[in-house]
């Protein structure tokens, strides 16, 4: 569809992306860097852990999450810039071969108050495996341009 600007966007708006895969090596790799706990870098340790095998940091499924929202097509002009993020939850543990893929809906539409040249959605998304079980989900808020040359 190309770019989307805050005209654009209506509630009930869906979008989609992915699959994304979820290798052992991205997994041991983002871990060993950010979240360096054995049931995410050992897969002997996380055999015998609360997850009983290697699970990607719940910090890993989001960054991933993230990679489709800007490969979905919202196409929002300035990039993907958030205001906050709110009822994140971690469903599931995500393993290695895990294909990932995104749904994302508009759940609020706002201008902004203060900001003539802009306003606000806010976005319910939902990471889900290959088996469409939920894994993560969240809602955003984003700043998003109000269309160039528009009559106020």
């Not at 097509?73 to 810039?81: E, Q, R, S």
């Not at 040249?117 to 990471?127: A, L, N």
Request: proline share 8%; aromatic share 8%; no cysteine.
């Amino acid at each position: 569809m190309g770019l989307r600007y805050f005209e654009d966007f209506a509630v009930g708006d869906r979008f989609a992306a992915g699959p994304v895969e979820a290798t052992q090596e991205a997994i041991i790799g983002f871990a060993r860097e950010f979240d360096p706990q054995a049931f995410h870098v050992d897969p002997a340790a996380a055999a015998h852990s609360l997850f009983g095998g290697l699970a990607a940091s719940g910090w890993h499924t989001a960054a991933l999450t993230m990679r489709m929202i800007i490969e979905s097509d919202m196409g929002i002009p300035w990039g993907v810039v958030g205001l906050g993020v709110d009822e994140l939850r971690w469903f599931k543990p995500v393993r290695p071969g895990d294909h990932l893929r995104l749904e994302s809906e508009v759940v609020a539409v706002r201008p902004s108050g203060s900001k003539p040249d802009r306003g606000m959605i806010r976005v319910h998304s939902q990471t889900l495996n290959q088996h469409n079980v939920p894994v993560m989900s969240f809602v955003s808020s984003l700043i998003v341009p109000r269309r160039p040359g528009r009559s106020p």
